[in-house]
């Protein structure tokens, strides 16, 4: 079965340390790779995504993502957080037949503490 | 910036009665989304809109749900006979192409 994992549910991190958010799917070939994000109160804001080529992609808000085809691994990276960056994450896979049936990940809360 | 709106923010509704939820999507995007997320679940697409018709929809969108894009702007959502199960957050999103979608803020519904 077509699946999307986030294994984290909840992730604490100091400001101005690292952030990595897991992600790994399960389909028959390698959909389109999304990440999005949620603030209190907000709609879900693209952060950034994959089709193909390069698996390390850039987005906004200083976030990047690495796709490893091996590992069915699309990890959301941040190297210095900032508490504005507090939000909900959430993995995204598209089949590549398809032009907006999403399959999400259940998310990850990320806390940022002083 | 262009965005996605959608009224109302919040809905309470009695089990049995027709809710309409409504959407404006950006204005130059041609394909329409709703999804639901019921609280402490996943995100879950229900129907993606092209064309003026369905291009796909998931198991949950029975014939209680219909959606219409009555004029040039609105994007709208029904559910015929809501139950309480239906109690959820509904988002609404449009795009130009795969997977780029643009999401509204959402509108509560709660089922009573």
């Known amino acids: 079965a077509q699946s999307v994992t986030q294994p984290d549910i909840h992730i604490t991190v100091s400001e101005g340390a690292s952030l990595e958010l897991r992600c790994n799917y399960s389909y028959g070939a390698t959909p389109y790779l999304f990440w999005y994000v949620q603030s209190p109160g907000q709609g879900l804001q693209l952060l950034l995504k994959y089709f193909s080529g390069d698996t390390l992609v850039q987005g906004i808000k200083g976030f990047e993502a690495e796709f490893k085809r091996s590992q069915s691994s699309f990890n959301l990276r941040k190297p210095s957080v900032h508490w504005s960056d507090a939000a909900e994450y959430f993995c995204a896979v598209l089949r590549t037949d398809s032009w907006g049936k999403l399959q999400f990940g259940a998310g990850t809360q990320v806390v940022v503490t002083p | 910036e262009p965005e996605v709106t959608q009224t109302p923010s919040h809905q309470v509704t009695q089990m049995g009665q027709e809710v309409i939820l409504r959407c404006v999507p950006i204005?130059?995007?041609?394909?329409f989304y709703w999804y639901r997320q019921i609280l402490g679940q996943k995100v879950e697409f229900l129907v993606s809109f092209y064309n003026n018709e369905i291009s796909e929809k998931s198991e949950i969108f029975d014939d209680q749900f219909s959606v219409e894009r009555p004029d040039g702007s609105n994007f709208t959502l029904k559910i015929r006979s809501t139950k309480l199960e239906d109690s959820a957050m509904y988002f609404c999103?449009?795009?130009?192409?795969?997977?780029?979608?643009?999401f509204g803020e959402g509108s509560r519904l709660t089922v009573l």
């Open positions: 999103a449009s795009s130009t192409g795969p997977g780029e979608l643009f």
């Open positions: 204005s130059n995007h041609l394909y």
